[in-house]
């Protein structure tokens, strides 16, 4: 509950639901400070934990210590632990908004996190790798309909390029610059690294803007959004990022592939999928970085971490040892 006059004008009109008035919030305060997605996920992650408090007679904002770890226990039972943490930082963060930003940080809240871990621990599931063999297979399904010409062409740009799907589908017809032998860059405006749009300048190959060129041509696009939705053959404004993955699957089911292989795609398999191809190839790590526009190993280190234990001291040894 939001028992205060300052909590309830800091969040909106007194007609508000206690619910309704933290979800838009800490969105309300850093209004143009985030990313769609966050903003999304935020209010989201907000409404959870404000009903959650307004069921137990709980006070969401400003919460006790005990309160948000309770909040974290009772999520931990059904909850991803990569959900909970997320969770908790919407939390920290509605609080910092109304500069209360210790309750979330406390000792209390920690060792809930901890237990969680200790119990469920911290690794998460990792999306399918689209790896070059799953991409050329995808790109071999038939298909002479103006979606599967989009398709194609979506997934090609989505493996060189290695954009998260937010970015993909923001990409414009004006940043492709086509050179001499036939490759190309495209600029990425803005991104999740990127938030305030310095851009970068990111490669395609060839047979991938071969791909494009034909996308472009049929759907008679020439500027704007290079790639846009479609509805029964009629083309819209704007391809939305949710339907990324489920363009992936979609080409997937047609290749007959299992069904285990179809379900663990996403928008961040053309991550996944091109990091673990480069490590395989040999390419060393600040090209991928580069490529991945990463800033730390940290996640290159995760999608190749089978193929890195193949040259581990002890597969090294191994091999020497002629084992």
């Known amino acids: 509950m939001l028992e205060d006059s300052a909590s309830r004008s800091a969040f909106g009109a007194a007609d508000k639901t206690p619910v309704e008035e933290l979800a838009g919030s800490c969105a309300h305060a850093a209004k143009g400070g985030l990313s769609?997605?966050?903003?999304?996920?935020?209010?989201?992650?907000?409404?959870?934990?404000?009903?959650?408090?307004?069921?137990?007679?709980?006070?969401?904002?400003?919460?006790?210590?005990?309160?948000?770890?309770?909040?974290?226990?009772?999520?931990?039972?059904?909850?991803?632990?990569?959900?909970?943490?997320?969770?908790?930082?919407?939390?920290?963060?509605?609080?910092?908004?109304?500069?209360?930003?210790?309750?979330?940080?406390?000792?209390v809240v920690k060792r809930a996190l901890r237990r969680m871990h200790r119990r469920k621990g911290r690794r998460q599931q990792q999306a399918g790798g689209l790896t070059w063999p799953l991409r050329e297979r995808l790109l071999k399904v038939p298909g002479d309909r103006l979606i599967d010409a989009r398709n194609r062409a979506l997934l090609a740009v989505g493996y060189d390029t290695m954009l998260r799907r937010s970015e993909l589908v923001e990409l414009q017809v004006a940043d492709l610059v086509v050179e001499v032998d036939g490759a190309a860059t495209v600029l990425v405006r803005r991104g999740k690294a990127d938030p305030e749009?310095?851009?970068?300048?990111?490669?395609?190959?060839?047979?991938?803007?071969?791909?494009?060129?034909?996308?472009?041509?049929?759907?008679?696009?020439?500027?704007?959004?290079?790639?846009?939705?479609?509805?029964?053959?009629?083309?819209?404004?704007?391809?939305?990022?949710?339907?990324?993955?489920?363009?992936?699957?979609?080409?997937?089911?047609?290749?007959?592939?299992?069904?285990?292989?179809?379900?663990?795609?996403?928008?961040?398999?053309?991550?996944?999928?091109?990091?673990?191809?480069?490590?395989?190839?040999g390419i060393g790590l600040p090209a991928i970085l580069h490529a991945g526009r990463w800033k730390t190993t940290t996640m290159v280190n995760r999608y190749g971490e089978r193929l890195l234990a193949r040259r581990s001291g002890a597969a090294l040894l191994a091999q020497m040892q002629r084992r």
């Open 197 to 281: 749009g310095r851009g970068a300048a990111v490669y395609l190959a060839a047979d991938s803007v071969v791909l494009v060129r034909k996308w472009l041509g049929r759907a008679g696009i020439d500027d704007g959004r290079l790639f846009r939705s479609l509805c029964r053959g009629v083309l819209g404004e704007r391809l939305d990022a949710s339907q990324v993955p489920r363009i992936y699957k979609d080409m997937a089911r047609r290749a007959g592939l299992p069904p285990e292989v179809v379900d663990g795609l996403s928008g961040h398999s053309t991550r996944v999928g091109p990091a673990q191809d480069m490590i395989a190839s």
């Open 36 to 107: 769609e997605n966050t903003e999304r996920a935020l209010r989201s992650d907000l409404t959870i934990y404000a009903a959650w408090c307004d069921a137990r007679g709980l006070a969401a904002l400003p919460a006790s210590p005990d309160t948000i770890a309770a909040f974290v226990d009772d999520m931990a039972a059904s909850r991803a632990p990569a959900t909970v943490r997320r969770y908790v930082a919407s939390v920290a963060a509605a609080h910092r908004s109304i500069g209360q930003g210790k309750p979330a940080g406390g000792e």
